[in-house]
């Protein structure tokens, strides 16, 4: 039941659901990171859909080669079994695994981009420091309407639910409220660009509790708090060790609590990356700053969460569409070279 180019393979220890496809060898991978209770299938679409109303066909129209991960999750065309304690690290681990095995088959940069949806946000520290632990990075994390290390920010999730398999339960939780996403994605292109059944059934089900953004772990039998291993597992306070950051968010009502905090929340991890990567480790060079060179720092790295942040149309799911996929990879390409024109730009200044 796997859709053309999926592959089923093992990293990690658990399943994944893996689909490549090749650009030119020049370019680094983009890997698309799914969020909770959703296979990576929303970034390539069905068989029988439109490709250009997603985004990897858009991806490969500029070149780009394509890695879409899906952790496993309830889904019976897809895995057969299931793993509630699958963790973060876990997640983390598997993927720097496939990233770094579909890299090294393919003679790939050996820094991706990585393209973390929904609560994928939550893996950006620990996914750089597995891949580093492999010889490889992340030269761009691109939040994509995705939940931050912040502790506490989706507290709708506290809510949710094992299901008999020991799993988060998505329906009753807010799987309505994706197919209203999806709904409002359908109605701005005018077309369906996915059917809600064949979503609901080819690419949603339940998943392991630990990835939701709400300190919860699976034991005996329950869900149960555990904020302190969950802050240490997606390095909330580990500052220098993500990788550099930049966010895709959106202003719909539809999905309010990311329209109204994503700038906020991921401007505190965009900032202190910038910082204790390119400023506060050359602490020599930062004490003998003239006093205009430090007038122009301040100046640069008070902007440079707002110029690495980009609001597009649509909602929760705006890559969804020609309009939303085709945009989103041109967003992409602007905040990757605005990323590497401020790397450049604050080492000049401190030089």
Not at 249 to 260: G, K, M, Q, Y
Request: aromatic content about 8%; charged content about 20%; hydrophobic content about 45%.
């Amino acid at each position: 039941m796997l859709y053309p180019g999926e592959e089923l393979t093992e990293a990690g220890g658990y399943p994944a659901l893996v689909r490549f496809e090749p650009g030119r060898p020049e370019l680094p991978v983009v890997v698309f990171v799914t969020g909770g209770g959703v296979l990576g299938r929303v970034a390539y679409g069905p068989p029988g859909g439109r490709a250009a109303d997603f985004l990897c066909h858009w991806l490969h129209e500029e070149g780009f080669p394509s890695l879409v991960l899906s952790y496993p999750i309830d889904n019976r065309g897809a895995f057969d079994a299931a793993f509630p304690r699958f963790s973060i690290t876990d997640w983390a681990e598997q993927s720097a695994e496939i990233i770094a095995r579909y890299m090294d088959r393919n003679g790939l940069p050996a820094n991706a981009i990585v393209l973390g949806w929904s609560m994928a946000g939550r893996v950006a520290e620990p996914l750089h420091a597995a891949l580093r632990r492999k010889g490889k990075g992340i030269e761009l994390f691109v939040a994509m309407a995705a939940a931050s290390a912040l502790p506490h920010t989706l507290p709708g999730l506290d809510h949710l639910k094992p299901a008999a398999s020991g799993l988060a339960g998505v329906k009753g939780a807010y799987l309505d409220w994706l197919l209203h996403c999806l709904a409002d994605q359908n109605a701005a292109a005018g077309h369906v660009v996915l059917d809600a059944d064949e979503f609901t059934r080819d690419m949603t089900g339940d998943f392991p509790v630990g990835l939701a953004a709400s300190a919860m772990r699976y034991r005996d039998g329950a869900f149960v708090p555990d904020p302190a291993g969950d802050a240490l597992e997606v390095g909330t306070a580990q500052y220098r060790a993500f990788p550099t950051l930049a966010l895709m968010t959106h202003a719909s009502a539809i999905d309010a609590r990311h329209a109204l905090t994503d700038r906020s929340n991921w401007g505190v991890y965009i900032t202190q990356q910038l910082c204790e990567g390119l400023v506060f480790s050359q602490t020599d060079k930062l004490a003998a700053l003239p006093p205009e060179k430090w007038a122009s720092l301040v100046a640069y790295v008070g902007h440079a969460a707002q110029r690495l942040s980009a609001t597009l149309p649509g909602n929760h799911m705006f890559f969804l569409g020609e309009n939303g996929a085709r945009r989103t990879v041109q967003t992409l390409k602007l905040l990757r070279q605005t990323a590497a024109d401020i790397a450049g730009d604050i080492s000049d200044l401190m030089d």
